[in-house]
């Protein structure tokens, strides 16, 4: 089956911080590559989304990086709040499937 | 607009039986996925109903099925519950429109299955 593979798979940032999550795949198929946020006892909210024509996307103090010939995408959480504490999850998603593969998660915990 | 529901929200059962769990949908949405969340896989993808017709599975066994209704509420079902099938129980819905190059899912709460 094909994977995708998330990194870290825990992460301590202080207050102020940037915190750093990246995911690799395998296939160059995939149509949408979205980041999804979790807090304890919720189900994942997309948080931020990209599609592979674009090398960047940001939103407040989230941003997405895709290099398509590396296979790569990294979430970054610019002034990284304890708020922000939760599991984040990398997908890929290809329409011919209607399929959504998902990273291992990391969670993140930032420092008062 | 409601977002997705999914009940029980929490269910103990032991090995040997059976569990049915429900997803209603964002109204409007068509496509109903379900996930399987455990701490050390993340989340297993199940399978995917559109419009009542199962257009995908994950690699899991049959003792996993599912079912969607006409107005787009789904159901899934595991039969002879093992001990590895305690888990978080997740479904998305999206509109699943082909054509697309994407499908934004939505995702339900979750139901927490323990087996005994």
């Known amino acids: 089956q094909q994977q995708v593979k998330q990194s870290p798979q825990s992460l301590i940032v202080q207050k102020g911080g940037i915190s750093i999550i990246n995911c690799a795949y395998e296939n160059t198929a995939f149509d949408y590559f979205p980041w999804y946020q979790q807090f304890p006892g919720k189900g994942p909210a997309l948080l931020i989304a990209?599609?592979?024509?674009?090398s960047e996307k940001k939103e407040g103090r989230f941003t997405i990086s895709f290099n398509k010939s590396a296979k790569q995408f990294s979430l970054h959480i610019m002034d990284s709040q304890p708020g922000d504490s939760a599991t984040y999850f990398c997908?890929?998603?290809?329409?011919?499937?209607?399929?959504?593969?998902f990273g291992t998660g990391t969670r993140l915990k930032v420092l008062a | 607009k409601a977002g997705v529901t999914q009940t029980p929200r929490y269910l103990i059962k032991t090995r040997g039986q059976q569990v049915t769990l429900s997803c209603s949908p964002i109204?409007?949405?068509?496509?109903v996925s379900w996930y399987q969340q455990t701490p050390g896989q993340g989340l297993q993808f199940l399978f995917e109903y559109f419009s009542e017709t199962q257009r995908n599975k994950g690699n899991f066994p049959g003792r996993f099925s599912g079912r969607q209704f006409s107005n787009s509420r789904s159901e899934m079902n595991v039969s002879t519950l093992e001990l590895g099938d305690s888990a978080l129980y997740l479904c998305?819905?999206?509109?699943?429109?082909?054509?697309?190059?994407?499908?934004?899912?939505?995702f339900g709460p979750g139901t927490r299955l323990t087996v005994l």
């Open positions: 109204s409007g949405h068509r496509s």
């Open positions: 998305a819905s999206s509109l699943g429109l082909a054509g697309r190059s994407y499908n934004e899912q939505f």
């Open positions: 997908a890929v998603y290809t329409s011919g499937t209607y399929k959504y593969i």
């Open positions: 990209i599609r592979p024509d674009v």
